[in-house]
Structure formats: structure tokens, C-alpha cells
């Protein structure tokens, strides 16, 4: 299983990005997926939590600016965020719960990251 992230940047405070992750391979069926960041210096937090019927949950610092969505047929979430701040640089991680074809646990699985800088 792999899940991978794009869409990172940089943009100037005020301005807007989207991010894309997606998770692929021996999939049977993704359950949650999250995006985390984490800063340099900074404990790795939640930023915006989607379950696979669209229930959402974001980070207190993210709300009203941010929004999750998903595409269940293409295992794919998005975030999309406006209003960026220069503290929202950070690296943007994707976790993806999955099972696997033929497994009946469930595991975490994580991207890479995409940097996201916001400059003043």
C-alpha cells in the first residue's frame, strides 16, 4: 500500500492551496484518513480527519479556513485551505487506515509529506 501527497508550495499570506493524497495498491477498503503537519520545533497536529461516509473533524486552528473532502472511488482525500497564515508552514502528512485484500486487520499507512511554506 503506498500513499502519496501533492500539491504543496509556496504561496504569501491570504492566499490559497489544495492538497491531494491518495492511497493505492492492495487495498480492499480505506477507513479513516487524515492530514497532519508538523512544524520544525513543533509536536507533529491534527489537521482535518474524514471517515469514509464524510464524517469530518478539524484542528481548532484550521477551522472556517480549511476543508477536507473525499473521493471513496479513487481513495483519495483533499484539502483544500484559504486564508493561509505563515503559521501554517509546515510538512503535510497523510494517514491512510486501511485493510488489505485478503487481511481482516487494519493498519496505519503514511505518506511521505508535501512542505508547505506561507510566506508574510
Known amino acids: 500500500v503506498r500513499v502519496a501527497e501533492s500539491g504543496g508550495g509556496l504561496v504569501q499570506s491570504g492566499g490559497s492551496l489544495r492538497l491531494s493524497c491518495v492511497a493505492s495498491?492492495?487495498?480492499?477498503?480505506?477507513?479513516?484518513m487524515t492530514w497532519f503537519r508538523q512544524a520544525p520545533g513543533n509536536e507533529r497536529e491534527l489537521v482535518a480527519k474524514i471517515t469514509q461516509r464524510g464524517d469530518v473533524t478539524y484542528g481548532d486552528s484550521v477551522k472556517g479556513r480549511f476543508t477536507i473532502s473525499r473521493d471513496n472511488d479513487k481513495n483519495t482525500i483533499y484539502l483544500q485551505m484559504t486564508n493561509l497564515e505563515p503559521e501554517d508552514t509546515a510538512v503535510y502528512s497523510c494517514?491512510?487506515?486501511?485493510?488489505?485484500?485478503?487481511?481482516?486487520?487494519?493498519?496505519?499507512?503514511w505518506g511521505q509529506g508535501t512542505q508547505v511554506t506561507v510566506s508574510s
Open positions: 495498491g492492495d487495498i480492499r477498503f480505506v477507513f479513516d
Open positions: 494517514k491512510a487506515q486501511v485493510r488489505k485484500q485478503g487481511k481482516f486487520d487494519i493498519s496505519d499507512f
